[in-house]
């Protein structure tokens, strides 16, 4: 045997553990900390014992990743979705197919995001639209609800620039279409749909629209679709599998079979070349939809069929996802699921952003500003204007910003002018913003980035309420009720803050911050 082959070999078993669709324990080192998986649960994250989750079949209503990353520089993949647990000073891993890596490169976190996401998810060269990042996005789901239609989202798009806000996209929610997989403005709510696209762009917006892979059963489409069997269909039976969600009862498109895709794409398309339509937010291709007993052109796992619809994102460069499936490295725009509002919810932003960044999506929105629950919103009175305000600046110089009830509607003239500051702030930073999103697709680097990430073993791993935009912009909002001062842990060099003061780090101190200011210093030295 060649004696360097014999080198490589040896070297590449001693350098990795694997194992083929079974069981894989990894014992935790001394004070190892570990992130990934599922990033809803980021605020959980470093994990604690006892944390499991199965993901097959299951995301948890937002992204996820078959990936572990540890602050030592350690890691875990697999191509197909498993199971973990963390049992004491074990991880405990199952899975069914495909092989379990466990590796490392160098000592750090960043050493070892890096190393796998060159070799698990690179990054594909490109980025999503760039307003999406350098502009605040506007969804008119909270204002309009069900009821989105010509009228007022005109008034809506007015409103925002009547009230000093900088334009950018605009998305128009769920219900203005004719039915679910009828791709077509409902004529008695949109009287002339091309003229409202045309009218915003003139006021310097974008325009996006909501879209999901459900199809209305018994409409004419239902019918074409199913005749010509691009539907998931029933284990056993020549009829549609239907499937409940939180619009009802509808059948669900096959995206394994290569003339669904080319269908689908063909109804955005359409929507693109007809009306200006500038892109799509594109929801609900959750994997837990995909686990019921159905029959599809390809035998694929639940996570796949997501995969498949996150996909369809990659055509159109003004994109949202809410739940994606290891499609780290790829151009898409990923939201954090919807909050309720609430200070709980309100911390819990950081932490997602971070660990969406940890696995690989790098182009980020940690929800709408105030949270994305409409419900929360029914009541004016139970509308807390302090709590929008904080959520405000904790969005605006994150990778992205997204409103959804409006400011001005809700809030005091002071508040009012404290959010559209924040706006102007998040589109004064767009370059830096766009600059470290091109760096994200040639890198896979993350944009948001933890304490940890950039400062390694000086003891943040366990700070959550503070992130680095880049290596050099530390940022800490405020995130509790009635609070006008805050701890900053400063790291080592010298910080100018957003007020012209200069602290020299390291160092832990408490600085001012009252309802108007976000907290933000750039590393000078």
Not at 79 to 103: C, H, M, Q, R
Request: aromatic letters at 12%.
């Amino acid at each position: 045997m060649n004696n360097k082959f014999f080198i490589v070999i040896v070297f590449w078993m001693f350098s990795q553990t694997v194992l083929w669709g079974q069981h894989l324990d990894v014992q935790i080192q001394k004070d190892e900390k570990w992130w990934g998986g599922a990033i809803v649960d980021g605020y959980k994250m470093p994990f604690e014992n006892g944390y499991s989750i199965d993901m097959r079949g299951n995301t948890k209503g937002n992204q996820a990743q078959p990936f572990l990353l540890s602050d030592q520089g350690r890691f875990i993949w697999c191509d197909d979705p498993f199971a973990f647990k963390f049992n004491n000073d074990i991880i405990e891993l199952t899975g069914e197919k495909s092989v379990i890596v466990f590796d490392s490169a160098g000592t750090t976190l960043r050493e070892g995001y890096l190393s796998a996401s060159k070799t698990y998810f690179p990054a594909a060269g490109k980025i999503p639209g760039p307003l999406l990042l350098t502009h605040p996005q506007y969804n008119t789901w909270i204002e309009l609800m069900y009821d989105q239609n010509q009228k007022d989202i005109l008034n809506y798009a007015k409103s925002i620039i009547n009230n000093g806000f900088p334009p950018g996209v605009i998305m128009i929610d769920d219900n203005w279409q004719e039915d679910y997989g009828t791709f077509e403005f409902k004529a008695e709510t949109f009287q002339n749909p091309k003229a409202m696209i045309d009218t915003l762009h003139q006021a310097g917006f974008k325009v996006m629209l909501w879209i999901c892979p459900f199809i209305s059963a018994d409409s004419p489409v239902y019918r074409e679709l199913a005749k010509k069997r691009l539907l998931l269909m029933e284990q056993g039976s020549n009829r549609p599998a239907i499937i409940r969600w939180w619009n009802g009862a509808s059948a669900l498109l096959d995206l394994t079979n290569p003339e669904t895709v080319k269908w689908f794409k063909g109804q955005l398309t359409r929507l693109v070349d007809f009306y200006n339509v500038d892109g799509f937010k594109l929801d609900a291709g959750d994997a837990n939809y995909y686990t019921g007993d159905i029959r599809a052109f390809k035998d694929v796992d639940a996570n796949t069929h997501s995969e498949l619809f996150a996909a369809i994102g990659l055509d159109y460069p003004l994109n949202e996802y809410r739940a994606c499936w290891k499609m780290g490295g790829q151009p898409l725009a990923q939201r954090l699921r919807d909050k309720d509002h609430s200070w709980e919810a309100l911390h819990q932003l950081i932490p997602g952003i971070i660990v969406q960044g940890l696995v690989g999506y790098a182009y980020t929105c940690p929800d709408m500003i105030g949270g994305g629950e409409f419900s929360s919103f029914l009541n004016l009175e139970k509308i807390d204007q302090q709590l929008i305000v904080r959520s405000a600046q904790c969005h605006a110089l994150m990778p992205m910003m997204q409103f959804s009830v409006s400011p001005w509607r809700v809030l005091s003239t002071e508040y009012t002018k404290i959010c559209r500051d924040m706006a102007l702030l998040h589109q004064k930073m767009g370059r830096k913003i766009l600059a470290l999103a091109k760096g994200a697709a040639q890198t896979g680097e993350p944009i948001v980035r933890s304490m940890e990430y950039v400062f390694p073993h000086k003891g943040y791993a366990q700070v959550q309420d503070q992130f680095m935009l880049g290596d050099d912009i530390l940022v800490a909002p405020v995130l509790d009720k009635n609070a006008y001062s805050r701890t900053v842990m400063f790291p080592e060099g010298e910080w100018k803050g957003d007020d012209g003061s200069i602290v020299q780090g390291p160092c832990s101190i408490e600085i001012q911050a009252p309802i108007e200011r976000l907290p933000w210093y750039t590393r000078v030295r």
